[in-house]
């Protein structure tokens, strides 16, 4: 460089130019050598790396939902199977502008201000990896045109896949659950992609549930080309999907639909069992939910129409229902007396009551039944020979045979829940309330009340242990081997007495005349029973407020003398065991002749506004017009699990120590009546059961 | 031998570089009929129309006498500085970044013809101004006030990216006409200190975020890391010889953004490879040779300026694009001329073109003595 500025010319300004070029020249080819260097960085030394990014983006791996496993019934008539549909899903990540979206497919899909308010509850509560179900089962040509517009609506995704079906809806709701979309937290207990696949449920209750291993299946794949909006462009490769393993159930199919349908407008159950092999042949809880309408999950007006109803139809009833049996316990009983040594011929004279020391305990029947032998006191429910012989025998006999006939047993069964109950003994009572066995809890013992609690399916076991006299099992699954039921060890004659005066309740001069079978030659034993609710001093148990209605019990078998099917009704404050038999009948009915049974049940679901699909049809269209969209939102899943194994309200056990004695209940038809030679299809109403 | 055959206006042109940039636009037509999925609407047939337009208004630019460029040099700078304050006025009434001005008949962007206004009026200061003032401090405030002003109106509009590139244009011209080496020394070291400060209080978010997104793409996926990411990819997944025309997965299925403007580099790398980068830097450092050559054989030390200004100017387009591309430069809006469609940018460049063609037939004219 020259020194000074005045020696600058303008040739020395051009000598400068002239390096200076040379500087500039050699700065652009350094860049140009650097960008040079850097491609071949990254096209030739990374290109391994950067090539299958670039396959990871063209290329997209998704997971085809397995078909499920079918639920079978005994005779493989499907109870649960699967449906080909068209559905629309959103996955809320993708979502552009999740208004307009919204807003654009509820008008392509023909949503109403309910169906649409639901969504947007569900959007609340997504998160991001989690597909929503927006509507499935969408007819072809609206699919179509849903297919059209989805360039415009990123996020919505449209696919042809396949949904659980239930042919029977409500009538299988508690046995088989429901299926539903996969949560947060199950995601979080199994890592697995096929969670978050749209289209995929997994089992939320029951079977379904249970053996969610098994029925799912492995999911099938596809490889396609795809564009970074995720529009596929062409498929490259497909892998089918392996279905998962159907299930077959002890149940009958048609049987438990009829049973769950007879159940009509009272809140109850029905089970039905094998006396060869312990088959299960109907669990029936009513009411019930439809577990279709379950899929895409619950639904505001549906919520509400479950958390209104007071027959609790999240419950299942069968397993997890606690009742005090009634009377329905004194076939056990009897059979304790028998096995302590009672001569089935010693009377007692019942005058409408017993005295014990200073107290009084009466008899159901307060004009007195005069004298009083075994059967007699099994067929007219007799109070006072039971709270006589009982004192005598003492309540340890009576409360293991209690156990032996199966009552308090928790069964092996592959049920989510099972509630057992109670079989209360002198120990027992010592050890729960710090209290001594007093007089009045053997009375209440005698006759299924106080602190002795069973569930439906505790009954039908007992009712079928009595019939058959052997150690049988309940038995759910069909692929089982059938194990052959030990002898219970009665003696044979005992139980021939007892079987006589079963059936004596029904085809003699018993309580429950008019249960009857309309089939000849096949003569039905039973028992009824009638627990009360409240204590006298609240309700009569007959009329008033439908909670402090008693309880109508009733088990039976058939046929009484060769016995082949046993059978447990309970009706929820029914009014009394006549709320309970008619249904036995008609159940025990269709197993021999189906189609009688099922004219009686047409007669009667006229009268009852149709089939429960078609109640509770309507009752939604109901529930829709009063409250719209202002229903409250839906409960969590776990809120809507401990509604369904929480206590029931309808059968709760006593939260201190009883103090007195149960009033026993009437017994209806007390004054036997003629057997009815055929049933007649009058509505429950109709059979007001009063003596 | 060929100036028998062909006439000699003809064959003074200066084909050795107008036939590489040809086959450059070629290229590109290719780049953008494939990104159409095989078509040459929109872009492809545009993009040759535009070169072949450009390409006659370069040809009129290089017969354009140099008293008219002296002449037009500051009333044109006066007038774009006018129209870049009405354009930052209208912008801080309607708020938001405006860029543009509504004349009715068109949209007029000001900042683009800067580009070359400034080199235009840089060189003709430095001709006028006495050598010796050169080194004086002296010459600093006029000097400040000429690349300052437009670059400071074009970055409140905000446009960081052509603001920096008119700054840039501007100091090359300062650099070649003989300035001391120690000021730019200085200088440099000065912006290296300020650069952190800058940074972190001139800078609009989004400017600050593009940034930190350069230093780590992964970090922001499916934000402006995105862009970084899919355009190396882009690149990085062609290899050697390309994955072959039309065949660009990347482009085909929307992964790379602005794979027709900003990003076209990539889409033709993506399909022709490490080969056609070359021969796109191959062109560029070519034209890059010839017009310094040029500069350094004009008859006057305006004329060299004025090359050497223009030829830096389409260096920086090149330069910040292919590093932007390569994920060594922010994210910024200035696309690859001749590759990229975009009538504006490539104007700009056929324009430098065209005053470079002009000096090139000064110096053949006469020389240094007819100024």
């Not at chain 1, 071949?40 to 939902?65: C, F, H, M, Q």
């Amino acid at each position: 460089m020259l020194g000074g500025n005045k020696h600058v010319s303008s040739g020395t300004l051009k000598n400068s130019f002239e390096r200076r070029s040379v500087l500039i020249g050699g700065l652009q080819t350094a860049v140009g050598v650097l960008l040079a260097a850097r491609m071949g960085w990254i096209a030739l030394v990374d290109n391994e790396k950067y090539e299958l990014a670039s396959e990871s983006n063209r290329v997209n791996l998704t997971l085809i939902p397995p078909r499920r496993g079918a639920i079978l019934d005994r005779n493989n008539v499907p109870l649960a199977s699967n449906r080909m549909e068209y559905r629309i899903d959103i996955v809320p990540e993708r979502l552009v502008d999740p208004e307009g979206t919204i807003a654009k497919l509820g008008t392509l899909l023909g949503m109403d201000e309910v169906a649409l308010r639901d969504l947007s509850d569900k959007l609340e509560k997504a998160h991001g990896f989690q597909p929503l179900g927006v509507a499935s089962g969408v007819p072809p040509e609206v699919y179509d045109k849903v297919l059209v517009r989805l360039p415009e609506m990123p996020g919505v995704m449209a696919a042809q896949g396949f949904t659980r079906w239930y042919p029977t809806g409500p009538s299988v709701g508690h046995l088989l659950g429901y299926v539903g979309p996969a949560t947060a937290e199950d995601f979080k207990a199994e890592r697995n992609p096929l969670l978050v696949t749209p289209g995929f449920k997994l089992g939320k209750d029951g079977l379904e549930k249970q053996f969610e291993a098994q029925l799912r299946g492995i999911p099938g794949a596809r490889r396609a080309e795809v564009t970074a909006s995720g529009k596929i462009v062409r498929d490259l490769e497909m892998r089918d999907d392996i279905p998962g393993a159907p299930l077959q159930l002890t149940i009958n199919g048609p049987l438990q639909d009829y049973a769950a349908r007879r159940l009509g407008l009272e809140s109850g159950s029905v089970v039905v069992m094998d006396c060869l092999t312990g088959d299960i042949l109907a669990m029936a809880s009513m009411p019930s939910f439809d577990p279709n309408s379950f899929a895409d999950g619950i639904g505001r007006i549906e919520w509400k129409m479950l958390s209104d109803d007071d027959h609790v139809p999240l419950r299942n009833k069968v397993l997890r229902g606690l009742y005090p049996p009634g009377s329905t316990v004194k076939p056990a009983v009897a059979m304790a007396f028998l096995e302590a040594g009672l001569d089935p011929n010693a009377s007692v004279n019942c005058g409408g009551g017993l005295r014990v020391g200073n107290r009084v305990f009466g008899c159901w029947n307060r004009r007195g039944h005069g004298s009083v032998n075994m059967a007699k006191a099994i067929y007219q429910s007799c109070d006072v020979y039971f709270y006589h012989f009982a004192q005598k025998i003492g309540m340890d006999p009576i409360a293991a045979m209690c156990r032996r006939l199966g009552l308090g047993e928790k069964y092996d069964l592959p049920v989510t829940a099972q509630h057992y109950g109670t079989v209360p003994d002198p120990a027992w009572k010592q050890k729960k309330y710090n209290k001594p066995w007093a007089v009045f809890d053997t009375v209440n013992a005698t006759i299924g009340q106080g602190y002795m609690l069973v569930n439906p399916l505790q009954q039908a076991v007992m009712a079928a242990r009595i019939a058959s006299g052997k150690l049988l099992q309940p038995r759910l699954l069909m692929n089982q081997k059938v194990p052959d039921a030990p002898s219970m060890g009665f003696s044979q004659e005992h139980l021939d007495y007892v079987h006589k005066a079963m059936s004596d309740v029904v085809n003699g001069p018993g309580t429950a005349g008019r249960a009857r079978l309309p089939i000849p030659d096949v003569l039905m034993a039973g028992k009824t029973g009638t627990a009360q609710v409240v204590s006298l001093s609240v309700s009569d148990g007959k009329s008033g407020p439908w909670k402090y209605r008693d309880h109508g019990h009733f088990i039976a078998y058939a046929p009484f003398d060769n016995p082949r099917y046993a059978c447990a009704v309970v009706v929820e404050h029914g009014g009394g065991s006549g709320s309970a038999y008619p249904i036995a009948r008609d159940v025990m009915t269709f197993l021999y002749d189906p189609a009688k049974a099922l004219e009686v049940l047409h007669g009667m679901e006229a009268g009852w506004g149709g089939t429960p699909q078609q109640r509770m049809a309507a009752r939604y269209r109901s529930y829709s017009a009063q409250y719209g969209a202002t229903a409250p939102k839906p409960a969590d899943e776990a809120e809507i699990q401990r509604r369904s194994e929480g206590p029931d309200p309808a059968a709760q056990a006593p939260r201190s120590a009883v103090t007195e004695a149960a009033a026993p209940r009437p017994e209806p038809d007390a004054a036997p009546p003629a057997p009815a030679p055929t049933a007649s299809p009058s509505a429950p109403a109709g059979e007001a059961p009063q003596p | 031998m060929n100036r028998r055959i062909i006439p000699e206006a003809i064959a003074r042109e200066p084909w050795q570089v107008i036939v590489p940039l040809f086959l450059l636009n070629l290229l590109g037509c290719a780049v953008l009929y494939s990104a159409a999925s095989g078509k040459l609407e929109p872009w492809a047939l545009r993009h040759m129309i535009h070169f072949l337009g450009f390409l006659v208004i370069a040809f009129i630019i290089s017969r354009l006498p140099r008293e008219l460029f002296k002449a037009i040099a500051y009333p044109v700078f006066i007038a774009l500085i006018v129209a870049l304050v009405l354009v930052d006025l209208i912008g801080s009434v309607r708020g938001g970044s405006q860029r543009w001005l509504n004349l009715g008949f068109m949209m007029f962007q000001p900042s683009e013809p800067m580009k070359l206004s400034i080199v235009l009026a840089l060189a003709h200061f430095f001709d006028s101004l006495p050598p010796a003032l050169t080194r004086s401090w002296r010459v600093l405030p006029p000097l400040g006030a000429l690349v300052l002003v437009p670059v400071l109106l074009v970055m409140l509009q905000p446009d960081l990216g052509t603001g920096l590139s008119i700054m840039i244009g501007g100091l090359a011209v300062v650099f070649m006409a003989g300035l001391p080496m120690r000021w730019f020394v200085g200088a440099g070291l000065a912006g290296a200190a300020f650069t952190p400060i800058a940074f972190f209080t001139l800078l609009h978010d989004y400017q600050r975020r593009r940034i930190m997104t350069l230093l780590n793409p992964e970090e922001d996926l499916l934000g402006a890391g995105y862009h970084i990411t899919q355009s190396k990819i882009a690149i990085g997944s062609g290899g050697f010889w390309g994955k072959g025309f039309g065949n660009g997965s990347q482009s085909h299925l929307d992964y790379l953004p602005e794979a027709q403007t900003d990003f076209a580099f990539a889409t033709m790398a993506e399909e022709w490879g490490v080969l056609g980068g070359l021969f796109v830097l191959a062109v560029f450092l070519w034209v890059f040779h010839w017009g310094l050559k040029v500069s350094r054989n004009a008859p006057d030390r305006f004329s060299s300026l004025l090359a050497a200004g223009m030829t830096f100017t389409i260096f920086f387009y090149m330069a910040v694009n292919m590093l932007m591309v390569m994920g060594l430069a922010p994210v910024v809006g200035i696309p690859l001329p001749w590759i990229s469609y975009g009538g504006s940018a490539l104007l700009t460049n056929m324009a430098c073109i065209g005053v470079i063609m002009a000096v090139d037939r000064w110096s053949r004219r006469g020389g240094p003595l007819t100024s």
